[in-house]
């Protein structure tokens, strides 16, 4: 089946500094990969979706310049929080797409900034 | 614009049971919907998807009917297990790509 890695599962960082969360499709091309944020008890709210070798597309609200995205390749992404904040805690999960309109999601990374 | 409303939880039953968690949607034409299932730990994994009318989805003994009359995609499956102790959340898509999630709703089964 479809398999997506993410890295770090956990990070622990201090307020200020920049993290970045790698998304890989491990045994399929993903043309299209998607990030999203969970809230504690709430449901996943996506932040933007990237298209390998393009910019990505981000959602209303989310801030592009804290979050940069890059989709190098057909199987990585990444997601770098920029000078993190107390309030970027949270989980953060990507998914991809290949030629199916099934999204495949990773285990998800666990920001927490001090 | 489109939206997904999900039984809020938390939900819990004894193993064995009959198991219901309903959603239906809002939307202006007519979406694929999911079900996905987060367990401790883990990322969602798709559980079942129907992408048009009248079909029904079903794995792992969970079966979900995409209901056009009443825009709802009922997630149902007729003996829980304890490993079906989850987060369990239902979603819609238009093929454009961007998947909208119900708040999810929280199961745990008790043996």
């Known amino acids: 089946g479809a398999v997506v890695s993410q890295h770090p599962s956990r990070v622990i960082c201090k307020s200020g500094t920049s993290v970045k969360i790698e998304c890989r499709s491990l045994?399929?091309?993903?043309?299209?990969m998607f990030w999203y944020r969970q809230f504690p008890k709430k449901s996943l709210m996506l932040m933007a979706t990237?298209?390998?070798?393009?910019?990505?597309?981000?959602e209303q609200g989310v801030e592009k310049d804290k979050f940069l995205i890059n989709h190098a390749s057909l199987t990585l992404s990444t997601l770098t929080v920029t000078s993190a904040h107390p309030e970027d805690s949270s989980f953060y999960i990507c998914?991809?797409?290949?030629?199916?309109?099934?999204?495949?999601f990773g285990p998800g990374t666990r920001l927490t900034v001090l | 614009g489109d939206s997904v409303t999900q039984m809020e939880g938390p939900v819990t039953l004894s193993e064995e049971a009959f198991l219901t968690i309903n959603c239906t949607y809002t939307?202006?034409?007519?979406?694929?919907l999911f079900w996905y299932v987060q367990y401790p730990g883990e990322g969602l994994q798709l559980l079942l998807k129907?992408?048009?009318?009248?079909d029904k989805g079903s794995n792992k003994g969970f079966e979900a009917t995409y209901r056009k009359e009443t825009t709802s995609f009922h997630l149902e499956k007729g003996s829980v297990q304890v490993s079906d102790s989850a987060v369990y959340f239902c979603?819609?898509?238009?093929?454009?790509?961007?998947?909208?999630f119900g708040t999810g709703t929280r199961l745990t089964i008790i043996p």
């Open positions: 045994d399929f091309q993903a043309t299209t």
């Open positions: 998914s991809a797409r290949g030629e199916t309109d099934t999204q495949y």
């Open positions: 979603a819609l898509d238009f093929g454009n790509e961007k998947l909208t």
């Open positions: 990237s298209n390998e070798g393009s910019k990505a597309t981000y």
């Open positions: 129907a992408t048009k009318a009248d």
């Open positions: 939307a202006t034409g007519y979406p694929s």
